[in-house]
């Protein structure tokens, strides 16, 4: 994607704040998301559920949700770092985050499963990226059938709405907790739920390749996109009058509408062509 753009040429003094987003009951709710994975477990008979822990905010405070919902042992957590490029930092507040709540949790490193793929496919930095999504959604899926549980989201409703996941990657799940809160509205929750601050203030990243940033590669702070999505998707106001309440630029508003209509597919279930009677 380009660059970073300069988001902060104001039309006027923007209307629409963060504040406007982010102030929210919290404790209504995380008792409303707890009450929504134990319903989906209870309805699918299954034994507890499978979680990919990142040390990411999004993976924890899923984590610590289900947690709450289904107790310790409801919970497995998956830490699946490529060693060649996953930070040691994040390996080690997942194994913070396992180690707080005191689940059962295994350390899969998927770099060699990688290698074994990519000496029979062609090389491409993003293509690979998503591989390694989709690696670490197939170790789920074996584990939640092999102990009968069901794989649990992590994604939030930013990332949905622009389409910034992998699909059939870390978007092939069984249920989305989080997928009706924005991103910055995930890290209240968080602290909410006290997730350790150093995992909030983080920078996000799905960590698909070395140095991987997701607001580096989006080209806008989660701030700026937040308030984009806010204004067009909840309070149905047209790119100039997003623009004018923002107090951002067009140029940004339009890239990242541009992104949610390109990445339609990513949300839709695959067509199916009729055949005629």
């Avoid at 584990?143 to 069901?150: E, G």
Wanted: net charge positive; charged share 25%; hydrophobic share 35%.
């Amino acid at each position: 994607m380009r660059g970073r753009v300069n988001s902060h040429i104001p039309v006027r003094k923007p209307v629409i704040r963060l504040e406007d987003i982010t102030k929210r009951d919290y404790r209504t709710i995380s008792h409303q998301i707890q009450q929504f994975i134990l319903n989906k477990k209870t309805e699918a008979g299954a034994e507890g559920i499978v979680i990919g822990l990142s040390g990411g905010v999004d993976s924890s405070a899923s984590t610590y949700l289900a947690c709450r919902a289904l107790g310790k042992e409801g919970v497995l957590g998956l830490i699946m770092p490529d060693a060649r490029v996953t930070p040691k930092q994040d390996i080690d507040d997942a194994k913070t985050i396992a180690k707080t709540l005191r689940v059962d949790s295994k350390l899969i490193d998927i770099a060699t499963i990688h290698q074994s793929y990519m000496r029979h496919l062609p090389q491409d930095k993003i293509s690979e990226g998503n591989l390694r999504a989709r690696i670490r959604m197939t170790i789920l899926y074996h584990h939640a059938k092999t102990f009968n549980r069901l794989v649990l989201g992590t994604g939030d409703r930013s990332e949905a709405l622009i389409g910034y996941f992998t699909k059939y990657g870390d978007g092939g799940v069984d249920l989305q907790p989080l997928a009706g809160l924005y991103k910055t509205q995930v890290k209240e929750l968080a602290r909410f739920l006290a997730v350790p601050s150093q995992i909030i203030s983080k920078k996000s990243s799905p960590r698909l390749w070395r140095g991987h940033e997701a607001e580096t590669e989006i080209g806008a702070s989660y701030e700026d996109i937040d308030r984009i999505l806010y204004t067009v998707f909840d309070l149905n106001f047209n790119e100039k009058k997003a623009s004018e309440e923002t107090g951002l630029n067009m140029k940004l508003i339009r890239r990242i509408l541009a992104m949610h209509k390109q990445s339609t597919h990513k949300r839709n279930p695959p067509p199916v062509m009729q055949p005629p009677k």
